[in-house]
């Protein structure tokens, strides 16, 4: 993982916490606007999907290298990947709360979820950002 594709990394995460940004977008317009348990349920589905694939993505593919170039983040990132299995936890229990229907716990969960989400990735990209930087730094000193 050199600079540049450090870089790719900083940028993928960023393009993916956009496209899950609009997709809770796009999830609590629907509730807002009323459109039934079936269109929420069916957008909660797009959702959950797409952000256990990015979840799993950082957890196997970009934090373990990461790690082992600037241990010093460890407990960071470990932290990240803890909270990650809390919204794996979170997404199974909305999800089984619009089995149900769509009430209002299940409307408040999803919007806990989703302003927590963004809390998250704000931290997630200002990490990256820094070891994206410090690797850049570390090529450009002279050995």
């Known amino acids: ?3 540049e594709r ?3 990394i900083v940028d993928q ?3 993916d916490h956009s496209r899950l940004d609009e997709l809770f977008s796009q999830l ?3 509730i807002a606007d ?3 348990t079936a269109t929420v349920t069916d957008l909660f589905v797009r959702l959950r999907t797409s952000l256990e694939v990015h979840l799993a993505q950082e957890d196997r593919v970009y934090y373990p290298g990461l790690r082992y170039l600037r241990p010093e983040h460890r ?3 470990d932290a990240f990947c803890a909270a990650h299995d809390d919204f794996r936890g979170e997404l199974a229990e909305i999800a089984s709360a619009l089995g149900d229907a769509l009430g209002a716990e299940a409307e408040r969960r999803i919007e806990a979820l989703a302003r927590h989400f963004e809390m998250h990735e704000s931290a997630e990209e200002l990490l990256l950002q820094r070891i994206d930087d410090e690797l ?3 090529l450009r ?3």
């Open 28 to 30: 609590r317009e629907a």
């Open 136 to 138: 850049r730094e570390g």
């Open 6 to 8: 450090t870089s790719e």
């Open 1 to 3: 993982m050199a600079d």
């Open 75 to 77: 407990r960071m990132l």
């Open 13 to 15: 995460v960023r393009d």
């Open 141 to 143: 000193r002279p050995a």
């Open 34 to 36: 009323g459109v039934g």
